[in-house]
């Protein structure tokens, strides 16, 4: 099946019980059995059941298995927000001493959580220029046991060559987690590149609502975990295969720290999975065109967007999301009151610092995400002061532009 049709009819099981077709919510923290040896055997895996919510459950499994099977994925994990997919997700990989080579441009909780909570707990980090494959392997020590990116760093906008990148990991057996957030399965084929783990903030695109958070892990089953850099997931292997990277970040990590996601949240995030091939198709549609439109408005210093053909990645995003560029565009316009009248100015598009909603949003990332940055350093992560970061949505271009035109011509 083609990912339209996966996205509608793969892994969307009706309810068992009752044949409802949309899968329900199962709004409970236990589960009950009727003997305690049925029990205990569900406790030691020997039989298949859910024991608490906090571990697993029904509507937040059926939520996994539908973006597992849209990632070509080995297995997947749902978690409460994007924040603690990559939180679970290298808390998994790593611990203190070991060390990680990350992209500069990330989104700016990323940068904090690194910072504020796994350098703290002895994690060390390599930052390098995202797009710059050979520092990736120049950085590579003894200890390095995960290298983590964005396919498109934001509000930069810039784009690394995930191929290349894949290849240096492959070649040292490090493991490469990628947040796909912005471009989602639907724009990157991420397991044929070579990724071994991608993580989505599932608010954003997937979702496609703005209403919900929650994020997801996927293991793509490109990673070797027998012959893993972690003692911690070798030693699992010996009991689960190749589901030991899985097992060790939900029964070891998530369970334990309770980085869950709520069966209602998995309900409606599951919900835009069935629109959002549709959806993706339109925001990068729309983002292109009033791209376009803001290279040649005179009020427009420069705009960073993957899909002009000016931009430097333009190439490599190209290929690697298959002509289609996503729906973010940064704009910078001279200085940061003009930034500010422009956010304020436009009456469609909603000043607030999330992505990936149907709505187009605005906002100014260096006095809001970037705050703890200094000026220098959040304007190599694109977050200039005089830089608007735009979620393309899906209203009319028309609309779009008019009302971007209408604010722009007041500075
Ligand atoms: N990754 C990216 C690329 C993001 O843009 C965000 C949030 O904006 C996150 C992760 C964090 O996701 P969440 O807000 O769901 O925790």
């Known amino acids: 099946m083609k990912f339209e049709t996966k996205a509608i009819h793969g892994a969307c099981e009706p309810d068992p019980v009752t044949g409802a077709t949309t899968y329900p919510i ?18 030691h895996g020997r039989k298949f059941g859910h024991q608490y919510s906090r571990v697993t459950n029904p509507t937040v499994t059926s939520f996994e298995s539908r973006i597992n099977l849209l990632s070509n994925g080995l297995g997947t994990i749902c978690t409460s927000s994007g924040m603690s997919a990559i939180s679970t997700a290298l808390m998994a990989l790593t611990g203190a001493g070991d060390h990680i080579i990350t992209g500069k441009t990330l989104f700016g909780g990323t940068h904090y959580l690194f910072r504020h909570v796994l350098e703290n707990f002895g994690v060390e980090f390599s930052i390098v220029a995202s797009t710059d494959v050979s520092a990736y392997e120049n950085a590579i020590r003894p200890n390095t046991k995960a290298i983590f990116l964005e396919t498109i760093g934001n509000p930069k906008l810039d784009v690394p060559n995930l191929k290349a990148i894949s290849d240096i990991a492959k070649k040292h057996n490090i493991p490469l987690v990628v947040d796909c957030t912005t471009v989602t399965p639907y724009l990157l084929d991420a397991k044929t590149i070579g990724i071994d783990i991608i993580v989505l903030s599932t608010t954003k695109y997937l979702c496609g609502s703005g209403t919900t958070v929650g994020g997801s892990i996927t293991d793509l089953g490109n990673y070797d975990w027998k012959n893993a850099k972690s003692d911690k997931i070798k030693e699992l292997t010996k009991k689960l295969g190749e589901m030991a990277f899985l097992g060790r970040a939900r029964r070891q990590i998530q369970s334990n720290i309770g980085s869950i996601m709520a069966p209602m949240n998995a309900f409606i995030a599951a919900l835009g999975l069935d629109t959002l091939s549709l959806r993706m198709e339109k925001h990068c549609q729309n983002a292109l065109e009033l791209a376009q439109f803001f290279a040649h408005h005179p009020k427009v210093k420069s705009v960073a967007y993957p899909g002009l053909p000016t931009h430097p990645d333009h190439a490599i995003a190209k290929a690697q999301f298959g002509n289609r560029f996503g729906g973010l565009i940064t704009i910078r316009v001279g200085s ?36 703890d940055f200094t000026l220098d350093e959040a304007g190599e992560l694109g977050a200039h002061e005089d830089a608007i970061r735009i979620s393309v949505g899906l209203e009319h271009i028309d609309d779009l532009k008019a009302d971007f035109d209408q604010a722009l011509q007041g500075i």
């Open 336 to 371: 940061k009151k003009n930034a500010y009248h422009v956010i304020d100015e436009t009456k469609l598009a909603r000043t607030l610092v999330n992505i990936g909603d149907t709505k187009t949003l605005v906002a100014h990332p260096q006095s809001t995400i970037y705050r």
């Open 26 to 43: 199962y709004q409970t923290a236990s589960f009950e059995y009727e003997t305690a040896q049925e029990h205990s055997d569900v406790f």
